[in-house]
């Protein structure tokens, strides 16, 4: 919107509400393991978290240090490099998360 008025107050207006982070024993977390669209490489997914963005960010930095590889957050996954399914699960287990293996 433009406006020739000099003192004009622009109204922001957001339909994003802040979604609010379940408790870790309410959220059901699926971990799987993909290769699609990554030239081969295999990556761990981790899906199903209900909450906002910096604690999905928090819980991907966590998840990246205790494998000690790299990774992502993007869209409301959690992108882990390399096949860490298990140490993953048992990780989000030890935290209190509801979760479990996902896929073939």
């Known amino acids: 919107m433009y406006s020739t008025q000099e003192n004009f107050q622009y109204a922001e207006t957001t339909n994003e509400r802040e979604i609010e ?27 199903g978290f209900i909450g906002d963005k910096a604690a999905l960010t928090l819980l991907g930095k ?23 399914r298990d140490r993953i699960l048992e990780l989000l287990l030890a935290e209190g998360f509801k979760a479990k293996l996902a896929g073939g």
């Open 21 to 47: 982070t379940l408790a870790p024993k309410h959220q059901q977390l699926r971990v799987s393991l993909d290769r699609k669209q990554r030239g081969g490489k295999a990556v761990t997914l981790v899906t």
């Open 62 to 84: 966590q998840l990246k240090q205790r494998c000690g590889v790299g990774g992502a957050v993007k869209e409301g996954i959690i992108i882990i490099q390399g096949d860490f």
